[in-house]
């Protein structure tokens, strides 16, 4: 699975912006995708995700309200509306996947290479 991530850049606070992210190769085996975003001098960080098999959606408490994730299967497309953004949503945001390879296995976790998200104050 690759992953690649667009739609990063500059947005004034209270702005929105929407990234994106292509999938590819295996697709069909991920079971979950989700967006993680790591703000300077802090760990990575769950901001959503969304199933595979019924799209239930999951959230930071941060992002609740603000944030939405999204998917179109038939485009192997994800992506993450965001809107009334705040300047502490500035880090790089990542897009992950996630395929369950069964219980001896367990998961593989495949990333992209982020985007840049800066809000201003």
């Known amino acids: 699975v690759q992953l690649v991530e667009s739609g990063g850049g500059l947005v004034q606070a209270g702005g929105s912006q929407r990234l994106s992210c292509a999938a590819s190769g295996s697709t069909f085996r991920i079971n979950v995708m989700g967006w993680y975003r790591r703000a300077p001098g802090k760990q990575r960080e769950l901001v959503a995700t969304i199933t595979s098999v019924d799209g239930s959606t999951n959230y930071a408490d941060s992002v609740k309200g603000r944030f939405t994730i999204s998917r179109d299967n038939a485009k192997n497309m994800m992506y993450l509306q965001m809107n009334s953004l705040k300047p502490e949503d500035t880090a790089v945001y990542y897009c992950?996947?996630?395929?369950?390879?069964?219980?001896?296995?367990?998961?593989?976790?495949?990333w992209g290479q982020g985007t840049q998200v800066t809000v201003s104050s």
């Open positions: 992950h996947a996630g395929v369950y390879r069964g219980w001896t296995t367990g998961w593989n976790d495949y």
